[in-house]
């Protein structure tokens, strides 16, 4: 919209644009650009060059928002810029903290004792945590757990089951509440806030897209519900591609786990702009973490599993035709712990939505704070049981010695209560964060790890992941999953070798690579998006057929055991209705537009639930928002109740 002076130039420019949709031209916004004889010739030369600015401003957004082809290639660009960009603050945050606790318990150990270690971690733990339970259950109940069952819920039907789902507030307190709990030391991931994160910003900035447009030129954008579900859909796919550097993952993810109405149709252009969006979003946390890797106390290798900068994985031949058998054996052992994981998870869930005494807000805190108060106390003492030590293969002679830099990309290796010049080898696996544990585990070098810490940490580290679900804080499950298969085939590949020293049998870090895709096969029951993500992780494409049977297998024996997987089986929570069997589903095509937050409608829901508990008396209350679709005859026999009495329904 140019600058306009005086009524007159408004109601010329009103009756020049009665084609943009224009709803009132009483409300164009006026700018000051009349010049006096009073102004100085450099306020004078400030107002002309605001006023040519604004002009080409308003040129181009009007030519964005008149081309249905400009138009969605605009959000695709800011999208995965702003989310390649947001998206380094946790990881940096992140590369930093879980390096500055583990100095900090070395420091204890050194000049206190091991036992005043474990008592400061479990004091660090819980006040960690209890910071992110507070932080979500004070400012934005909806962000407890992954966001991924909401954001299914909301692609499903256009249904927003919380006003603050895609806000501002909520990436906010899901950056700082996943950071906070991942400090702490509970065994969670963060690829699921990752994911809520990055849908929550492309929905944000379509709208600001669209507010710009409109501010600019004074056209109104009309809601599209295929473009609102398109940029979420994108800006969900864009936060996986970045937080494990994965595009085609990300992508493949999306549509596997989240896309509830994949257009075949659409696919050369949806298709296309989200591919670009996962390639530049992934492509830009890459840049950023390169241009800060080697600042002082950032330690990235803590958060990222390999760098893109590191070789593949293998040297020379990967597997022989000897090891399949053993990969089928791996295949089976993590489908039926998957299937059995994946009871367990959804019981435990469960149990704390129903549990009347976990429903008020003291209660969650406290279960939150003893749950990490275990998960310290396990991590820091288990290696006070089994006392073995190995001898470092390498390490850096820098004065600090209880945290020894081994073999491999950026391995870490706890020296604990052994000697110099050795680790312990329980220590590594417990107290060096779940990303460093997965490269010990991967690893294919001569650094091995014997079979009885791999056990001790597999019996110890599993329920530890089950104790989470549930909790009302942010929290992911994609790396927990690919720690837990690891380790599971890491534990077979041993295994072989024992039984089998002089036959040709791959490494071990060959078997904890499959049994990494089999138990994600199982858990999250995706397979192209599994094996996509694995080699873009790890570089390594000679496991390709292997990682696909391999995750078939799994998957179908989880399937057999457990129907749905742990998040469509909150996603289906949520959107079945009590007494129908089959899940309402909206084309985005048959959107309407969402209503003013205060003509929103509060529904009493007790068959529902959300992951981390936003709904059926879960972490957020037994009340959720949602925009309703029923008659006053139906709502008054559905139990609800009307914030607004005047609300059109």
Known sequence: MPPVTDSAEVEMYCERKEDTHIDDCTHVERHDTSISGDDSPSKIIR???????????????????????????????????????????????????????????????????????????????????????????LVVPCTAGSGVP????????????????LSIKTVVVKMVGVVLAISGGLAIGREGPAIHIGAAIGDLTNRLVNKTIRMTTGYKVPFDGLVKSNVVMMGAA?????????????????????????????????????FVTVAVSAFTTYAIVRSTRNSEGFSFSSIIIFDGDEAALHDGVIYTYTDILGFLLTAVVCGVIGGVYTKASIWVHRFRQQCTWLKPMYAKVIDAMLVAAVTAAVFSSESLVYTHC????????????????????????VQYSCGENSYSELASLSLTGEEGVIRHLLSRDSVEFQ????????????????????????CGSFVPNLLLGSLIGRIIGEFAELTFPDSQISVPGVYALIGAASQLGAWTRTMMAVVITLVEITGDVGLIGPLICCVVVSRGIATHICHHSFTHELFYAIVDEPDSHETPMLHPNDWAPPGPKSRRVRRSVDHGSIDGGSVADGYGGADTYYRPQTTIAEESTADITVDNQEARV
């Open 390 to 413: 190995k001898h470092v293969p390498e390490f850096d002679d820098d004065g600090n010695h209880r945290m020894l830099a081994g073999a491999g990309a950026e391995r870490k290796y």
């Open 47 to 137: 107002k002309t060059t605001s006023v040519q600015l604004y002009e080409k401003i308003s040129e181009v957004a009007m030519v964005i928002s008149k081309s249905e082809e400009l138009y969605p290639w605009a959000n695709v660009l800011l999208i995965a810029i702003t989310i390649g960009a947001i998206e380094y603050i946790p990881t940096a945050a992140l590369a930093w903290t879980i390096p500055l606790r583990f100095r900090f318990l070395d420091w204890m150990v050194e000049n206190y004792g091991l036992y005043a270690m474990v008592l400061a971690n479990i004091a660090l733990s819980m006040g960690l945590v209890c910071g992110a339970v507070l932080l979500t259950l």
């Open 238 to 274: 864009a936060g996986f591609a970045s937080a494990f550097r994965a595009p085609v993952g990300g992508m493949l993810y999306c549509v596997e786990e989240i896309a509830t109405h994949w257009d075949i149709r659409a696919h050369m252009t949806v298709g296309a702009q989200m």
């Open 150 to 165: 909401q954001l299914t819920a909301y692609l499903c039907n256009g249904e927003l089951l919380d006003y603050d789902l």
């Open 451 to 474: 079979l009885v810490p791999l056990l001790i940490f597999l019996v110890t580290y599993t329920p530890l992941t089950v104790l989470v679900r549930g909790l009302p804080l942010p």
